[in-house]
C-alpha cells in the first residue's frame, strides 16, 4: 500500500481514538547485500500459494525465534541484544538454511499496565525483528501463549505459562492453579482450572480483556508498520493472532467445532480488521484451529480446522502445529519414526487449506532433544521434513511422482541461542534458576546453542536441518523430493533411493544427497530458485534438467540457464537459479552432491532417463 494513504489510514485511526503509539515510516534503506532484481518483494496469497512480486510460488521453511520470547530473563524479547539478533540471522540463513521465521512477541510485555502499551518493548522487539529482515529471512510475528500467562501460576509449582499480562489475570480472580497427577506440561490446557477458566474468559471478552488484546495488537502492528522502513516491510509476510488456540471450557451444549464458529473465527475476523488498520491490508493473518484438531492420539483430538469459516481466500492462511505426542508420551509409539510416518498427517494439512482456498503453514513441529525420547528425534524429524515435501513416502515417491502434493511451508520448533545457559528464575522464585535446556517447562527443542566460544552450533545433523527446497518455483511446483540421507547416530537413513530402473541417475547420485523438482513453467521472467545447503559446495554440485546439465554450476545471469548466486542478505548461502523462456512447459531438475567430475555421457545419460520418466508420469 503507497505510504501517503497509510499514512491517512493511521491518522483516521488517533482521531477514533484508537492508537496512541505515534511515528512515521523511517527512509527507505539499502538494497539487502546480495539481492537480485527478482528478490524482496512482498508475498500475498493466490491460488493456494504464497506468490511473489514476479508471479513464483514461494515456500517459506525456517524456525521459530524464540522460546527466549516465553522467559522473563531478557524481559520477553527473543534476543538479549540486536547483537545476538543479527547473530542468530546469519547462522540461521547460512547454517539452518532458513528463509523465515516466526517472531514471537509477548503481550505481557507489550501492554504491561492495562490500557498502556510499552512502545521501548516494540521498538526493542522491532529492532531484532530487523536483524533478520536486513538478512533477506522473511518474517511473520506471532503473539504467543502457552497457559495463557505465567501470573496464574505460584512462585513453587511444577509449571508455568506466558503470555497475558498481570493485570489481565488480577481481573478473573482466578482458583489455586493446580494440574494434579501431570506428567507433561499441555496436560495443563485442560486439567488445570485456573488455566481453562481464564481461557474461557478470553474467549468470552469478560472483563474486556479480549478487546484490550486486540487494541495492544494493533498498536503494535501500527508500530511495525511505522519503524520499518518500505523494503524491510515487505519482509513481513503476515500476522499470527494467537498462539494454540483452545476454548478451555465449553459451554452447555457447544463444541469443539461450534466454538470455532462462534468464538475462534469472530475473534480472527476482529483481529483482521486490526490489521487492516494498522496498514497491513495487504499481508495475511496466519490462523490456526483449535489446537487439538489434528492430534495424533485419538482421545485427544477434537473436530475443527475452522470448518465453518468459508473460504479463507488470499486475507488468511491456514496455520497450524504439529507434534507427534504418540513419540513424545514414549509409551504410545515404542519405536523410531520411518518412511512415510507422517503422509496421512500432512496431508490432511494439505487438503484442509485447498478447502478453505488458501495455502498452508506448519508453523510449530520438533521433537524433545534430550530425555527419554530424545532418541526418536533423529527420524522424527527426518519423517516430518519429508512429510512438508511431498505428500508421499520415498518408497511410492518414483513410481507415482504427481501425486506428491505442494511443498508445504513450515516452521521448526525453535532457533534458541541460549540453550542450556539460561538464567530464568521459575515464576519469580529465586530459588528455583532454570539454566539447562529452553529452560521452559522441562522442554528442549532448539536446533542450536552456542558454544564456549560464543559461535551458533547446531545440535541436530546439518544434513536434517540445511536441505534443498524449492524457495521460489516461476509457474507451479508439480511434485519435489529430498533425500537428505540424514543419520541417526551412525547409521545413515535413506527414505528415497533412486530406483534401479534409472541406472545413470543412480549412479550419478551415489551415496550423495540430492533434490528432484518437477514444475510446469510460468510467463514471468525471474527464475526458479532452490535453496543450496553447504554440503553442496557449488564446485561439487551437479545438475541435470531439461533445461541444461552442469557440474559446478556458473555464477548466475538471465542468459544463463542453470546458474548459482548468493542468497540475499550477505550470509554467504546459496541458491541454484533455473530459467526457463517458455510458458506452461513442463520442467525437472536434479540437484546432487554424490558425483566428482562426472562424464559428459553419463550427465547425458542421465538427463535422458528423467527426460523419459517425466514424460511417462505428468
Partial sequence: MPNIRARLLVVLVVLCGFLTVAGSSPATAATVPDSLPFDGTALTVQNGHFVDGNGREVVLRGYNVSGETKLEENGGLPFASVADAKKSATALRALGGGNSVRFLL??????????????????????????????????????????????????????????????????GSYPQESCGICLFWGQNITQNGAVTAAQHDFWHNSYGVQDAFLATAQQTMTYIQQ???????????????????????????????????????????????????????SKPAFVEPNLFWNANIDSQKQEGGLLDAGTLGSRYVFNTHFYDQKAISGILMWGNASDGQYST????????????????????????????????????LKAMYQALDSRLPGSSWWSNPASSGPVLSGNQWQWDIYNGRHHELMNDNPDKVLTSGDAWNDEDLSAVSLSDSGAVTLRQDARLLDRVYPSATAGQAVAFTYEDRSRDGSTTLTWNPVPSSLP???????????????????????????????????????????LGTAYAPPSYTMSTPVAVA??????????????????????YAMITNGATSPAASLLSAARSELATWAAAHF
Fill in 504 to 546: 545413470n541417475v543412480s549412479q550419478l547420485v551415489g551415496s550423495g544427497q540430492y533434490g528432484l523438482l518437477v514444475w510446469k513453467s510460468g510467463s514471468g521472467s525471474a527464475p526458479t530458485e532452490l535453496h543450496l545447503p553447504a554440503s553442496f559446495p557449488t564446485a561439487t554440485t551437479t545438475v541435470v534438467s531439461d
Fill in 106 to 171: 509477548s503481550w505481557a510485555h507489550a501492554e504491561p499496565a492495562q490500557g498502556q502499551v510499552d512502545t521501548e518493548y516494540l521498538a526493542a522487539a522491532t529492532d531484532q525483528m530487523r536483524a533478520f529482515l536486513d538478512a533477506g529471512i522473511r518474517v511473520y510475528p506471532d503473539f504467543h501463549q502457552d497457559l495463557y500467562s505465567r501470573y496464574l501460576f505460584n512462585s513453587g509449582s511444577w509449571y508455568t505459562g506466558d503470555g497475558a499480562p498481570k493485570w489481565a489475570v488480577e481481573l
Fill in 566 to 587: 548468493a542468497e540475499p542478505g550477505g550470509t554467504g548461502s546459496r541458491r541454484l537459479l533455473l530459467t526457463d523462456s517458455d510458458s506452461g512447459v513442463l520442467h
Fill in 227 to 281: 519503524h520499518l522502513t518500505t523494503e524491510e516491510f515487505a519482509g513481513v509476510v503476515g500476522f499470527d493472532p494467537y498462539n494454540e488456540p483452545y476454548a478451555g471450557t465449553y459451554d452447555s451444549g457447544q463444541t469443539s467445532r461450534t466454538w470455532e464458529r462462534d468464538l475462534l473465527w469472530p475473534f480472527y475476523v476482529k483481529f483482521r480488521a486490526r490489521m487492516d488498520a494498522a496498514g497491513w491490508q
Fill in 345 to 380: 498427517d500432512f496431508g490432511t494439512i494439505r487438503d484442509r487449506a485447498s478447502s478453505a482456498g488458501t495455502t498452508a503453514v506448519v508453523s510449530e513441529f520438533g521433537h524433545p532433544l534430550s530425555g527419554s525420547v530424545s532418541g526418536k528425534a533423529p527420524t522424527v
